[in-house]
């Protein structure tokens, strides 16, 4: 059973729309991360929060946004969305020493 | 800095014999290392650590991973492969001198051939 849930798990959309992937935690985990990840391959990291009003952008530059106004919520916004954002999407949270619980995933397609 | 390497893109095993996913680490302090697991189209999943204490630990689905502090290594190990255990494999790890976020390696397919 899922603690942590990515919604849509998959969306296509037209190029220049506006579109927010939401993730929510129920463990009360302080961090929560945002990695992008073609099929198959590496994991980037382009957005993380150490706690709430806390965001800081990742190793992969990314044209997204994010928030965290509530511990257990981290939505991710992309303003104008193109095609080269096509791409899967992983949340992720963890807190302590433990490791990283991963949602599902949302796999973005931009037409 | 901190950076993890996995050598092999592609591990080919045949059912029942014993798998082997290689990994190793770079950190300036004491290491804390993951594996996860991905299935296609579904996010990773935890399936052991090493903290602290015993070298080898057991973890989900009856794998298994040693730490080699001298060789700076923590390798998946599985004594009989499946089929089902064909997935991309990521090894992890973070430093606890360092930053708190983790770093992943590449990843590695595993295809488990019937």
């Known amino acids: 059973e899922a603690d942590i849930y990515q919604t849509p798990r998959y969306l296509v959309i037209g190029t220049g729309k506006k579109i927010t992937l939401e993730c929510s935690q129920t463990?009360?985990?302080?961090?929560m991360y945002w990695y992008q990840q073609d099929p198959g391959m590496e994991l980037h990291l382009i957005h993380y929060?150490?706690?709430?009003?806390?965001?800081e952008k990742g190793d992969l530059s990314s044209e997204s946004t994010v928030s965290r106004i509530r511990t257990e919520h981290f939505p991710l916004t992309l303003e104008s969305a193109r095609p080269s954002h096509t791409s899967q999407y992983l949340c992720?949270?963890?807190?302590?020493?433990?490791?990283?619980?991963f949602g599902s995933g949302t796999r973005l397609t931009v037409v | 800095a901190q950076s993890v390497a996995q050598p092999e893109d592609q591990v080919n095993v045949a059912e029942g014999n014993p798998l082997t996913v290689k990994c190793t680490y770079s950190?300036?302090?004491?290491?804390?290392l993951f594996w996860y697991v991905q299935y296609p189209n579904r996010g990773l999943q935890f399936l052991l650590k090493?903290?602290?204490?015993?070298?080898l630990v057991k973890g989900s689905y009856g794998f298994e991973a040693e730490f080699n502090k001298s060789q700076t290594s923590f390798h998946l190990k599985k004594p009989s492969a499946l089929v089902s255990d064909s997935a991309l494999y990521f090894c992890?790890?973070?430093?606890?001198?360092?930053?708190?976020?983790?770093?992943f390696g590449p990843g590695t397919r595993l295809s488990v051939l019937p």
């Open positions: 090493y903290i602290t204490g015993d070298n």
């Open positions: 463990m009360g985990h302080d961090k």
């Open positions: 929060s150490y706690g709430v009003n806390s965001t």
């Open positions: 950190v300036s302090g004491n290491p804390y």
């Open positions: 992720a949270s963890q807190t302590g020493r433990d490791g990283y619980t």
């Open positions: 992890a790890v973070r430093d606890d001198n360092y930053g708190q976020n983790f770093v």
